[in-house]
């Protein structure tokens, strides 16, 4: 398994951030690799009063969302779902990109100084060390090199987007 966990600090309170990683009409004006959003599933009425019940949901976010999405140049689709949540703490999901499956954990951490509202935000992925594609396997450093640019990007991306705001 490959792990790569990174953080930023962004400056902007830890509501906005949150919004911006939630809300998907936000995502897609943030995240410069999205193409276009496929579809958005809130899953069953069971499924988000668990989420609920458990401290974990809010109603407005899906519970699974698919982007067209592009990877190293190359258009695939992205599916984004929840497995957890705790509002302005804490969001886990499954990634699927194409035929790679990462674990996504981000948290949100309060930074508030002298200076203004700031938010910690860290981002961890973990996947398997290789990964099949059409004909192939891609191996363990080109997997990582994968996964450290997807969480690099995404932690800019998030930054620059909140900040503009702040």
């Not at 919004?19 to 276009?36: F, H, K, M, Q, Y």
């Not at 401290?55 to 497995?83: C, H, I, N, Y």
Request: with cysteine; hydrophobic share 40%.
């Amino acid at each position: 398994m490959i792990t790569v966990a990174l953080s930023a600090t962004i400056g902007a309170p830890i509501d906005r951030v949150w919004r911006a990683l939630t809300d998907p009409s936000e995502r897609i004006v943030w995240d410069e690799r999205i193409l276009g959003e496929v579809s958005l599933s809130h899953g069953s009425n069971r499924s988000a009063k668990r989420r609920r019940a458990t401290g974990q949901g809010e109603s407005a976010l899906p519970e699974s969302t698919k982007w067209r999405f592009r990877l190293g140049g190359v258009p695939l689709v992205m599916q984004d779902s929840v497995r957890e949540i705790l509002r302005n703490e804490r969001l886990v999901s499954l990634i699927s990109i194409g035929s790679m499956r990462f674990d996504q954990t981000l948290t949100l951490y309060r930074e508030d100084d002298e200076s203004g509202p700031r938010t910690r935000l860290g981002m961890k992925l973990v996947t398997r060390s290789q990964i099949a594609v059409i004909g192939e396997v891609v191996q363990r450093l080109d997997v990582q090199k994968i996964v450290i640019e997807f969480v690099g990007t995404t932690l800019r991306q998030v930054q620059k987007y909140c900040e503009a705001d702040a």
